[in-house]
Nanobody, 122 residues
């Protein structure tokens, strides 16, 4: 399954970005969808995820209160709204899916997008 992540860019500290994830030709509506990020030389880390039902979401500790994940079922999209961006948020952001139940570990996800670069300049 091909996932498409988009919305990254170069921003300044305190700015906002919204990342988008979709799967052309396939519904995401029963999949748990998560965002991970990977900075150079570091492991891929869980950022946020939403369950297949849309009723459960989870966040990594460093983004709690700043990032919000949401699902737009009508348009087959999952968004990651990122506010109050910090230089430490600089990474490639990936969206990933698995069947229904949300997980926070990367190797539990079956499908991955190509990633979108987020760079926060100080």
């Amino acid at each position: 399954v091909q996932l498409q992540a988009s919305g990254g860019g170069l921003v300044q500290v305190g700015d906002s970005l919204r990342l988008s994830c979709t799967a052309p030709g396939r519904s995401l509506n029963r999949n748990a969808v998560a965002w991970f990020r990977q900075a150079p030389g570091k492991e891929r880390m869980f950022v946020a995820g939403i369950s297949g039902s849309g009723y459960v979401d989870k966040y990594g500790g460093s983004v709690l209160g700043r990032f919000t994940i949401s699902r737009d079922s009508a348009n087959n999209m999952v968004y990651l709204q990122m506010n109050s961006l910090e230089p430490e948020d600089t990474a490639v952001y990936y969206c990933a899916t698995r069947d229904f139940v949300l997980a926070t570990v990367a190797n539990e996800y079956e499908n991955w997008g190509q990633g979108t670069q987020v760079t926060v300049s100080s």
